[in-house]
């Protein structure tokens, strides 16, 4: 059945051809958008659906959140709020919850966290392993996440469970658990940071991902400089995730790569530390990626128009930067061309906003926006 949105006071397309378009109008047909162009000239189908002047977007394409977990890590918030500095160590709270529950648990949790994104406009989204920590759990956790997430990412090399000697367990992590995880997954992640991976067990772990046949993305830069982003850079990383401790070198490496700087600005406000440089990366000619980063412990939230909203706001992104990045930008941060776009051909991902331009993103931040969803053609509220 083809569907023509109409009324549309401001389309936001992400194609360089198309551009924005006012007083627009698109026909979604067989999941994928069909038709873009003026109101006026729209051809007929089955349904009509007038959205009355307000703006349209792609949906948001979340590429970084960590969703199959149990329990809470409230006191941990509550204790960096007093003046607790963040370290990764808290995520072993979560791996005890989550080694607990039963998959029923999991994946209800799973099903609540994909739900509420969906209802704010998020289509498109990523999410990792990396709360389970035994080969028995990474392989549940990704065989539990694949038929619901658009994008599954292998994160074993997440901590190094309490107790744990480093060294074997980073040999587990490239050996049994990789060989129990890789038919459920895309990609393959490694925490590159003090607390959790230093650089030679990193490259280990991007070295035996690569080798069967995983995409590699990297958390790095987040509590402070290091090897993070030259890592991803030299192993031709789709993203390197955080990035909110960089050098010169590290920017240059980026503009000058293939690899996506994703940022994580909820997860920055929520640890309390510096914003990541967007502007810095931005002016480089660097790739830029937003994304919620939700998890439990350092970035509760689903809402990528926060995410927006903050990068405007606080990090010197205009609006249009930060909703590409948020839409285009997690698209290339997942090596994907079909969704982060409205052009015919694209998959039919679709954000109304209650509102008549995508400024009000961050002109009226904090309110909920999100009036109308369809996701592959189906309409979601």
Not at 28 to 50: F, H, I, K, M, T
Not at 284 to 304: D, E
Request: charged share 20%; aromatic share 4%.
């Amino acid at each position: 059945m083809a569907v023509l949105i109409t009324g549309i006071g401001e389309l936001t397309t992400n194609d360089p051809e198309l551009g924005r378009l006012g007083e627009a109008a698109m026909v979604l047909e067989g999941g994928a958008v069909a038709w873009v162009g003026p109101a006026g000239q729209a051809p007929e189908a089955d349904e009509r659906v007038d959205v009355g002047g307000r703006a349209v977007l792609p949906g948001w394409v979340d590429s970084h959140t960590h969703l199959v977990f149990a329990g809470d890590r409230t006191a941990e918030f509550e204790a960096r709020m007093a003046g607790k500095p963040y370290a990764a160590g808290g995520i072993a709270i979560t791996v005890e919850a989550t080694r607990a529950a039963s998959d029923e648990q999991l994946a209800a949790n799973l099903g609540r966290h994909l739900d509420e994104a969906a209802r704010q406009g998020t289509t498109c989204l990523e999410t990792k392993t990396g709360y389970g920590l035994t080969v028995t759990d990474e392989e549940r956790s990704a065989k539990l996440a694949g038929p619901v997430a658009d994008e599954v990412t292998y994160l074993g090399a997440h901590l190094v469970p309490p107790g744990a000697d480093a060294e074997s367990y980073v040999d587990l992590v490239c050996g049994e658990m990789l060989d129990a995880v890789a038919p459920h997954v895309r990609w393959a992640d490694v925490f590159c940071e003090t607390g959790a991976f230093d650089e030679a067990q990193s490259a280990r772990v991007l070295t035996a991902a690569a080798k069967r046949g995983l995409g590699l993305r990297v958390h790095g830069n987040q509590l402070g400089e290091g090897p993070g982003v030259r890592l991803a850079v030299e192993h031709g990383a789709a993203s390197v995730d955080h990035c909110t401790y960089l050098t010169d070198a590290d920017v240059a490496a980026l503009a000058s790569s293939g690899t996506v700087a994703t940022l994580l600005p909820a997860c920055d406000l929520s640890t309390r530390q510096p914003l990541a440089p967007a502007r810095r990366l931005l002016d480089a000619g660097a790739t830029v990626a937003l994304a919620s980063n939700a998890n439990p412990g350092s970035s509760y939230t689903t809402s990528m128009a926060f995410c927006v909203a903050t990068a405007v706001l606080q990090m010197r992104m205009t609006v249009d930067e930060a909703v590409w990045a948020a839409t285009a930008g997690g698209a290339r941060a997942l090596r994907r061309d079909d969704v982060g776009y409205l052009r015919p051909g694209a998959r039919a991902d679709v954000h109304v906003l209650d509102a008549p331009s995508t400024t009000h993103l961050a002109y009226r931040p904090g309110v909920p926006l999100t009036q109308a969803v369809w996701r592959k053609g189906e309409r979601m509220r």
